[in-house]
């Protein structure tokens, strides 16, 4: 079992639609991150969370450490936001990565 | 832009040889990380180099090496190579070099190799 699960793996939505992307983790860690991967490869970090909850434009990312359980939520979704999306847990001098979640975003 | 630059974006090349994968950090970033990207095996860190030193090592093949140089850019080596290594190989920076907390991290385009 992945250490690091995200669901869903794929996901539709129509333009405007409010997104909800899950990641679980089974282990302790120091502090989990959100990455974006467009098509053409390139990786962007959306969010490095520990504790709570933040937010940057349309986006917002929730951690509770007690669940184990982070979300990354977009609002007013658009055809830009469409990439996949990889939640990556750091631990112990390592890094693990969920298998990520691929957002279509349909106009 | 990320402020992390990758060389070569694009690599191909036979089974057995030996490539190098080169990766400058963002200005002011003393930590650069090394990750493989494959198609089974999704994303996996490889690597974390501070100031020069190896700082935390992760699925790293003995046939890979990798190392930073004085002014920060880093190498990763790849030897021997097989079939499994074709993969876009990543590499990020951040400030800090903490071992159990990254920091931001500030990702390249990418290295595409593949190995025929």
């Known amino acids: 079992k992945n250490e690091v699960e995200q669901s869903p793996q794929n996901l539709t939505a129509q333009e405007g639609e409010f997104i909800t992307i899950n990641c679980s983790y089974s282990?302790?860690?120091?502090?989990l991150h959100w990455l974006q991967q467009h098509p053409g490869g390139g990786i962007v970090s959306l969010f490095m969370?520990?504790?709570g909850k933040k937010k940057h434009g349309r986006l917002i990312a929730t951690i509770n450490i007690q669940e184990k359980h982070s979300s990354l939520h977009i609002t007013a979704s658009h055809p830009r936001d469409s990439a996949v999306y990889i939640c990556?847990?750091?631990?112990?001098?390592?890094?693990?990565f969920g298998a990520g979640t691929r957002l279509t975003v349909k106009p | 832009d990320s402020g992390v630059t990758q060389t070569p974006k694009h690599l191909i090349t036979a089974t057995g040889q030996r490539v190098t994968l080169r990766c400058s950090p963002r200005?002011?970033?003393?930590?650069v990380y090394w990750y493989q990207q494959s198609l089974d095996q999704g994303l996996q860190f490889l690597i974390q180099?501070?100031?020069?030193?190896?700082?935390a090592k992760g699925n790293i093949l003995e046939r890979f090496s990798a190392q930073q140089f004085p002014d920060l850019h880093s190498e990763l080596n790849l030897s021997s190579l097989e079939l499994g290594d074709s993969a876009l190989y990543f590499c990020?920076?951040?400030?800090?070099?903490?071992?159990?907390?990254?920091?931001?991290?500030?990702f390249g385009e990418g290295s595409r190799l593949t190995v025929l």
């Open positions: 200005s002011g970033d003393l930590s």
């Open positions: 282990v302790g860690i120091s502090a």
């Open positions: 990020a920076s951040s400030f800090w070099g903490g071992t159990t907390n990254t920091g931001e991290l500030f």
């Open positions: 990556a847990v750091s631990l112990n001098n390592d890094m693990r």
């Open positions: 180099y501070y100031n020069g030193e190896e700082r």
């Open positions: 969370l520990s504790s």
